[in-house]
């Protein structure tokens, strides 16, 4: 493109005008001239006046498009703005929403006015009311919409939460008044809600029905929970009164079932043997009229010797009268006044204080009369007891703990006790009734499982009393030691006798017997295990008092399956297999049952010695030296004494038989024993040694000789090596 050279100033010089150009005149007809002119300035104007309206249609068409722009920037601004202000009115909830709606009321109008402010045209203005105004209209309206529904639903979730608090609230064993005033509650409530809704009185009623039953099916099941056997008749009785509905049956129904069938069945084998364990209970289940205030200690008594009565006759007892308030023992004292039956003034009778009761004659007051002593009771004396021979006391001067006994529990008695109970709770239902009895037999079983433990312990007790060096020598003496005493009268009556008997003569004990019995019991044989549990350990005056305790807690051990030892079991069959043991004397089932103990025991000493287990040559030999031994003569026993020459045979009395004897006559005996006394005192600086550690050197010597030298285990002090300078422990 050409380009035009810029000058920042002119450059064009004035023309010379003193030369004028010559004029042209046209000649015109003045009159032409006018009328021309005329019509030419009227023509003008004419164009002119059109011009200028068209000009002004067209700038008042541009105002109005200009105000409608501005006006629908302002509402869109408004919409904008209010829309946001109505999504935050409408996420209040509750009172917030109704509380809130003042305040979103003015804001919309704020908003509206706001951006109307913004317009400065009139016009505009005018026509951003029409559109702002319905919109501002539409937005208050859907707020009160929100705050009247908002409105309704917090006053129903006030009602509805008044409702589940008095449910949920609605506890077992609550007091009376207060669980009555919690259904008045919901009943009130419902029947508020029901106003609120308008329902009409049909449906009031279904509406306030509902809930009622929810809170009854509330505390059924709350009682269900630990109390299920009281759940179940509450059910039973609100079906009756059609206090629950039926979405509320089914559940409770099924709930109840469930712990009913678990819990309850618990509960009912619990009281069903708590009414023949608790005194109270048993008397009660006797005829007792009243039994509160029962003394505990003679409760435990007098129940301990009905139940021995009862199973000695096979009669059931019956309690005329138990224990009595101060004014029923006035009202008996005035009738004696008046020539009726014996009874002591108020305040003096032992039946006041919880001390007595009175059976009904027959055999079972005749067994009670004639064991009382046994039992810790006592019956009327002088002229009294010819009066009333009925009554039974407390002996205030026996100081036995007498108390009820799992073994004497009357077990029949008590499954009928609970199936009886188990059909009234659930009538035709023999799953349940059976599980009860199941439970109830379970009960039954760990109750005697803990009484066997619980004797298997004081027998411990009593054996370990006796196998001190200085004995007591009667049952007096055993008793008058408090741990003795409490073992002693925790006993069966039974297992008190065979102990009075052995300590009114003292049997020695055939070592021999022992053996076979703890042979029989550690046999790989199920057969002489059986055997073994048939043996009457109770009553064999052939075992010492510590072997005989030893043997009544392990035959209880055998029957839970127990003591099976498979080191003397395979012993046993080695000495079968090498011909050591001949097939007669397999057979022999007093030998062989022998043999096994003594295996058992040379095995358990040989391990302690030398800390293994001794090869197939060495039990070879055990098994020969058994054998033979058990052919010689027994050693001789002076039966009115614990003594074996100068040996306690307490002390000795987990010794093997075989090993106690040892083919030593009783004057080789002594010399060990005196020989083991002097290298210890030696060693201990004239401190003797012990009865178990006497035994412990004799014990030791004896396997040198039997197996050799070379103990893993180095001798106690006295033994024929050279001792050690820190003597043994006991």
Known sequence: MAQVPYQPFPDVTPEDRTTYAPQLNVRVDPNAFGANIGRAVEGLGAGLERASGELFNRALAMQQL??????TNAISSMELEAGKREVDYNSLRGKNAVEGYEQYQNDVQAIRQKWRDSLTNPAAQRMYDAEGLAIQRRLILSGASHAATQNWDASRLADQARIDSAIST??????????????????????????????????????????KSAAKAHLIEDVARNHPIEAKQMLLDSLDKRELHSQDIDKVWSFVDGHLNTTGSQTIARRALDTYKDPEGFLAARGAPRTQGLDPVFGQRIVAAIQAAEQATGEKAV???GTRTSEEQEVLYERHLRGGPLAAPPGTSRHEFGQAVDLAPGPVLDWVRAHV???GLGILTGPRSKFDTVHIQLDRDNKGPIKVRADMLPEREILASAGAEADRVAPNDDAFKERVQLATQARINKERALQRDEDNQNVSTIQDILNRPDP??????????PEARQAYFSLSPITQRAIDRRLAAPPPGDPAEFQRLWGMAHSGDDQDRQDFLKEDIQNNRNLSTAHWAQLVKLQDTVRKGGERDVKASGA???LRQEGIMTEDQWQDKQLRPMVTGAISNAIAEYEKNYAKYPDRDTIKKMGQYILKEQAAVPPPYDSSKW?????????LGNLPWWLMHGGQSVTDLEKSREKIIKQWSAVNKGVPPTEEQIRQVYNANLFKDLFGKGMAKKPPPGAEEEA???????
């Open 66 to 71: 200009r105000n409608e722009q501005d006006k």
């Open 319 to 321: 309690v005329r009268s």
């Open 170 to 211: 609605l506890r077992y064993g609550m007091n009376p008044n207060d669980q009555k005033g919690q259904f008045d509650t919901v009943e009130a409530t419902a029947n508020k809600m029901a106003d609120d809704m308008g329902m009409d009185a049909d449906a009031r009623a279904s509406f306030v029905w509902k809930w």
């Open 643 to 651: 003594q074996y020459g100068n040996f306690d045979l307490r002390n």
């Open 373 to 375: 002593g046994q039992y």
């Open 724 to 730: 050690p300078k820190v003597p043994m422990s006991r």
């Open 572 to 574: 046993m069959s080695i």
């Open 472 to 481: 007591p020598r009667t049952t007096e003496d055993l008793v008058a030691i």
